[in-house]
């Protein structure tokens, strides 16, 4: 299967024995070429859709140095020096990048840095910027990001929307995405972090621009703090009112809903205590097409809590409480924090209500804040300066809230992840409208190509072909899509195909996940093992056996004696109710390799905590295919 076929075209072709316009077809009346008058996606682009800069308060409180132009510059490939002094290269560049630094305050770190007269004038401020100088820049960062969501910043330490300071940041953000924007080599895209944080329950959104300069610089980003607003209903009124002024194309993508104490994906508002109604559901469908599965905060598919039969649900969890761990976490919070539970009621909801709120497209991102969209196990620079490489960070602790316990060491950080779009071209416009219509996926890190279509004519002979994308789109919908109504008697089948990264590890198995919603009002899910590497047997249990294991930890070293190098198969739902709600969605893993701390036990010759995780399975998750009778 020729799933990563790059085809290189001459400069030069011969033109001299042929017509100016010739079209010469075979029998059948088609061109030669079978790729001729092609119009579908043919490879996916990688990248990062959530990276914070210096320009970020948080980002600059910490430590980084790195502004927008050199995280650009290390996204497309340059090496460049890290904010901690190390030189920092990625192993391949990235094909796209949105530098969504913190919507409020945006600029104000660099003059806290610098002792600015007006800023050290503050008694808050002169303590923070005594703290950076002192080297205590974690502890300060810690305490800004405490103030802020808990509505305790000074007045006099804010850069609002009309000042100097927050309007030339804004403008030096949109210059450095001009100035990198590459069409067809490289994208560099405009964009913010809406950075709703009311007390600590992280309602984040990165706010994502089609549009260039000319557009994107007649607004400044909408804010938390006046004259801005913490509630998502107004940041959808200020989208709506972007496009009316500009002419132009905005789409949000919500945060990873793990540190949002229960309010991600409600069913009742935390604003109004009511259940969500009409307008809500509408406006979300169309403003929030994507949803950020898995980030350096961790996984957020779904929970051991949530699902108790899926062995591989334990994945990377922040599961303590909320952003400052102001508030511990309860079980009944997690149904509205994560993506699967998410995608379950969003079948309730439309049912009651016309529209799925929730009928979101997936991808994995970064939200690092060192500037540097370094997330691979082995090249592993932290989610903060105080995190990039050193003997230290495997044992330290990362936040610890005294008043409630919530700690989280450093160990627990994540090397997450990378969103890939299927798209036509390398270009903004292009990966944007992929993105609106979610035919993208998201990985931990490593550059997996997966192919997901549905439908209800697919046979077993398609994923044999040597374009089973051609018989995806041909006969199907691909990831993100909707299936069309059920033929009578029919059930839908689905082509699914996955390609290792190339310079990653083997894969252990495809899966796909279906939850749908019955005749009776309940929720169900299951997940399907449909594809895996070697000669594996499901037991009686269903399960199927654990691919093994080669990993060193001690070493940080793995092979690929295990696992196979691409999966491909037609797969049709044996449950299948043409009357019953439902979503399908594939997970693909890889054979166990090591995690990040592995590798800094090895490379620094130090002994992690107790506890500490030193393997891991990565993993990449697709957008649904949705089916409505």
Not at 348 to 371: C, K, M, R, W
């Amino acid at each position: 299967m020729q799933l990563r076929r790059v085809v290189l075209l001459g400069a030069a072709v011969a033109v001299l024995a042929l017509p100016a316009q010739a079209e010469t077809h075979t029998k059948s009346g088609k061109p030669y070429s079978p790729y001729a008058g092609q119009k579908h996606p043919t490879r996916p682009w990688f990248g990062d859709t959530h990276l914070h800069t210096s320009f970020s308060m948080d980002a600059g409180a910490f430590g980084a140095r790195i502004g927008p132009r050199d995280a650009y510059r290390f996204a497309r490939g340059e090496e460049i020096m890290a904010s901690s002094g190390q030189p920092a290269k990625l192993a391949s560049p990235l094909d796209f990048l949105v530098v969504s630094d913190h919507s409020d305050n945006m600029g104000f770190a660099p003059d806290l840095i610098a002792g600015k007269p007006e800023v050290v004038a503050d008694p808050t401020g002169k303590r923070w910027h005594d703290l950076i100088q002192a080297g205590k820049g974690n502890q300060a960062a810690l305490e800004l990001i405490g103030a802020f969501s808990q509505g305790t910043l000074p007045k006099a330490l804010f850069y609002a929307p009309g000042t100097k300071q927050y309007e030339g940041a804004w403008q030096a953000t949109i210059d450095a995405a001009e100035e990198f924007n590459q069409p067809g080599r490289f994208t560099a895209f405009i964009g913010y972090e809406w950075t709703s944080n009311t007390g600590g329950n992280n309602l984040h959104r990165n706010v994502i621009f089609r549009d260039d300069a000319k557009k994107a610089s007649q607004v400044v980003p909408y804010t938390v703090y006046p004259p801005g607003s913490d509630n998502p209903r107004d940041l959808w009124k200020w989208m709506d009112a972007y496009q009316t002024k500009t002419g132009g194309r905005v789409l949000a993508i919500a945060h990873n809903g793990n540190l949002s104490n229960g309010r991600m994906f409600p069913l009742i508002e935390s604003f109004t205590g009511k259940p969500v109604d009409a307008t809500y559901v509408e406006e979300r469908a169309k403003w929030e097409r994507l949803y950020e599965l898995t980030q350096t905060k961790g996984d957020g598919e779904t929970h051991p809590f949530l699902s108790p039969n899926d062995e591989f649900a334990n994945f990377e969890r922040w599961d303590k409480g909320n952003l400052d761990g102001s508030v511990a976490k309860t079980q009944d919070m997690l149904e509205f924090e994560y993506a699967r539970s998410a995608l379950k009621n969003g079948l309730v909801l439309e049912a009651q209500l016309g529209t799925n709120p929730y009928q979101f497209g997936l991808i994995g991102s970064s939200d690092a804040h060192t500037g540097l969209a370094a997330m691979e196990e082995d090249n592993f620079f932290g989610k903060t300066t105080p995190q990039e490489p050193s003997p230290e960070r495997v044992g330290a602790t990362f936040m610890s809230n005294a008043k409630t316990g919530v700690t989280v060491m450093d160990w627990e950080v994540g090397a997450s992840g990378y969103a890939a779009v299927w798209a036509e071209e390398n270009t903004r416009e292009s990966i944007w409208d992929a993105m609106e219509r979610k035919e993208t996926y998201g990985t931990t890190g490593p550059r997996m190509i997966v192919r997901f279509f549905g439908g209800y004519g697919f046979a077993d002979g398609d994923a044999t072909t040597p374009n089973p994308a051609a018989a995806g789109y041909a006969k199907g919908v691909p990831m993100g899509g909707e299936l069309a109504k059920a033929p009578k008697g029919a059930s839908p089948s689905f082509l699914v195909a996955a390609l290792k990264d190339p310079i990653g590890a083997n894969l252990d198995r495809i899966q796909i996940v279906k939850g749908w919603l019955d005749a009776k009002g309940a929720l169900h899910e299951q997940v399907y093992d449909v594809a895996w590497s070697g000669s594996r047997k499901p037991g009686a249990d269903g399960k199927l056996p654990a691919v093994g294991s080669t990993v060193d930890a001690a070493n940080a070293t793995y092979t690929n004696a295990i696992g196979a190098a691409e999966l491909v198969r037609v797969w049709k739902d044996p449950d299948f109710d043409a009357a019953e709600r439902a979503f399908y969605y594939v997970r693909v893993l890889e054979i166990p390799t090591p995690r990040w701390t592995a590798y800094d036990a090895k490379r620094f010759g130090v002994t992690p905590p107790p506890g500490t995780v030193m393997t891991l399975q990565e993993r990449a998750y697709t957008s649904p295919i949705w089916y409505t009778p």
